[in-house]
Every structure is written in structure tokens, then in C-alpha cells.
Antibody
Framework: EVQLVESGGGLVQPGGSLRLSCAASGFTFSEYWMHWVRQAPGKGLAWVSRIRSDGSSTSYADSVKGRFTISRDNAKNTLYLQMNSLRAEDTAVYYC????????????WGQGTLVTVSS | DIVMTQSPGSLAVSLGERATISCKSSQDVLHNSDNKNYLTWYQQKPGQPPKLLIYWASTRQSGVPDRFSGSGSGTDFTLTISSLQAEDVAVYYCQQHYNAPYTFGQGTKLEI
């Protein structure tokens, strides 16, 4: 059974940093592209970032480019999102999600972790 | 960036009736290399992560009831629920994965 479990969310002040983790199990993590998607309270889904299976290529939404960094450790079956220079508008539930294989649709989602940026 | 526009923003349908949601992309999402539309539909219920319903615009995910169907090509797509059930109350999103950023529509809230 595919499982994606996010952690690392919490309350952070504007300008601060946070690192999210996503522990993957139930599939061969190193073979799949992975994504982060977020959802602000009461709002719709917003794609944040994706990374290739070997970590060699990444893409970002314009709203986070230069502030967020996606990475992965295939030996630990873990996906990361380093978030710096956080703003109030980054407040959201952050979902870790699996690509169906490579450059494909998202087929599995984690339960999400809440990030709140507030003073 | 490809802009995804869903309509309507909300929809009230009676039990057993048909529900139709539209999704339009600002650019063609039909990939010439494999002749597939890179358009996906998700269902999200309150307090839950999204769930994959339809991929490649018209392929139903395993386990999804056959009352759900997707159609369209190029820039115009439709999600149809043929006979609405109470458990279908949710927000529905389309997403393109033709080009990064992989943009979502704004969502359609389906109510009874």
C-alpha cells in the first residue's frame, strides 16, 4: 500500500524557515517523480514544486521560486521541502504527492501538514 | 503558464441527476508525442486530501464508480457524474501536467 506521511509543519514567524519531510513507503521511491502541492485555508489547490526520480531536475511555481527548495534522499525514501523567507501567504496545508511515473499525473497524496506563517 | 478555468464555481444537483463540470485550458494540453491529453480530475472531500478520479482526460482510475466520466481534448474538457449520489458531494479540480507549473483549476463545489 502506497503511503506518504508528511511532517515538519507548524507555526513560524514571517521571514523564518521550515523544512517539511515526506516519508514514503509501499513503492520503489527512487523510481518516481514527486511533487509538493499546497492549499491555503478555504482555498483551492496550488502546485508548488516537483523533482525527478533521481533528483537531477526540479521545477517550481513562480510564487516560491528562489525561496523554496525541493530535494529527496532515495536511500531514506524521503522527500523534502526547504522553505525560507516565509510569508503570510505561504500559510497552507502542504501535501506530498507521487507522480504516476515520470512527468505524469499525481496518483497518490499524503494527508498533508499545516504550515502557519504568523507573528 | 497554462491557465485552467473551471465552470461553474459551484453547482447544486438533485440526487440521481446529472452533474457536468467544465475545464478549459489556455493552451492545448494534447501531447503530440503520445496523443494523450495531459489533463487530470481530482475529487476532494472536506478534511481529506484530493483523490484521483480521471487521468489522460478520460481514463477512470481503478475503483472509481462508472458514473464518473471524463471527455474532451485539446483545450476543452468535461467531467460528468451521470447520476449524483450523496457521497459525491465534494470539490472537483482539474489539473494540467503538460507543462510546469502544473496548474489547477480553481475548483467546482458540488452540492445536493
Amino acid at each position: 500500500e502506497v503511503q506518504l506521511v508528511e511532517s515538519g509543519g507548524g507555526l513560524v514567524q514571517p521571514g523564518g524557515s521550515l523544512r517539511l519531510s515526506c516519508a514514503a513507503s509501499g513503492f520503489t521511491f527512487s523510481e518516481y517523480w514527486m511533487h509538493w502541492v499546497r492549499q491555503a485555508p478555504g482555498k483551492g489547490l496550488a502546485w508548488v514544486s516537483r523533482i525527478r526520480s533521481d533528483g537531477s531536475s526540479t521545477s517550481y511555481a513562480d510564487s516560491v521560486k528562489g525561496r523554496f527548495t525541493i530535494s529527496r534522499d532515495n536511500a531514506k525514501n524521503t522527500l523534502y521541502l526547504q522553505m525560507n523567507s516565509l510569508r503570510a501567504e505561504d500559510t497552507a496545508v502542504y501535501y506530498c504527492a507521487r507522480d504516476c511515473t515520470t512527468a505524469c499525473f499525481i496518483d497518490y497524496w499524503g494527508q498533508g501538514t499545516l504550515v502557519t506563517v504568523s507573528s | 503558464d497554462i491557465v485552467m478555468t473551471q465552470s461553474p464555481g459551484s453547482l447544486a444537483v438533485s440526487l440521481g441527476e446529472r452533474a457536468t463540470i467544465s475545464c478549459k485550458s489556455s493552451q492545448d494540453v494534447l501531447h503530440n508525442s503520445d496523443n494523450k491529453n495531459y489533463l487530470t480530475w481530482y475529487q476532494q472531500k472536506p478534511g481529506q486530501p484530493p483523490k484521483l478520479l480521471i487521468y489522460w482526460a478520460s481514463t477512470r482510475q481503478s475503483g472509481v464508480p462508472d458514473r464518473f466520466s471524463g471527455s474532451g481534448s485539446g483545450t476543452d474538457f468535461t467531467l460528468t457524474i451521470s447520476s449524483l449520489q450523496a457521497e459525491d458531494v465534494a470539490v472537483y479540480y482539474c489539473q494540467q501536467h503538460y507543462n510546469a507549473p502544473y496548474t489547477f483549476g480553481q475548483g467546482t463545489k458540488l452540492e445536493i
